[in-house]
């Protein structure tokens, strides 16, 4: 997870290697008030996991945290800034 810096030039932290200790240190720092997200969306990974009996949903979550919901970005830069 990176966020930019204040001039928009780069980003704050390094890009964390894809491992869980370097994954959770990486939001403790940027963001430590979405810890519990990050492990609620762990542990949905690992569950969803068993139930498809596949790593795919833990792939996904390891590759999810250097852009956090595009969809939900997306969506809502969509919406008119009127609408509600």
Same mark, same amino acid.
């Given at each position: 997870?990176? @966020? *930019? ?5 780069? *980003?704050?932290? &390094?890009?964390p290697e894809? @491992? +869980? #200790? ?5 939001? =403790? @720092?940027?963001? #430590?008030?979405?810890? *519990?997200?990050?492990?609620?969306? +762990? ?5 969803? =996991? ?6 795919? *949903?833990?792939?996904?979550?390891? +590759? +999810? &945290?250097?852009? &956090?919901? #595009?969809?939900?970005? @997306?969506?809502?830069?969509?919406? &008119?800034?009127?609408?509600?």
């Open positions: 997870m990176t @966020t *930019p810096y204040a001039d928009g030039n780069g *980003p704050s932290i &390094p890009m894809l @491992t +869980l #200790p370097a994954l959770r240190q990486a939001v =403790a @720092t940027v963001a #430590p008030s979405r810890l *519990p997200e990050f492990f609620d969306d +762990l542990q949905k990974a690992f569950v969803r =996991a068993g139930d498809e009996d596949s790593v795919v *949903p833990i792939r996904m979550f390891y +590759l +999810l &945290p250097a852009h &956090p919901r #595009p969809a939900a970005r @997306t969506g809502a830069a969509s919406k &008119p800034a009127h609408a509600d």
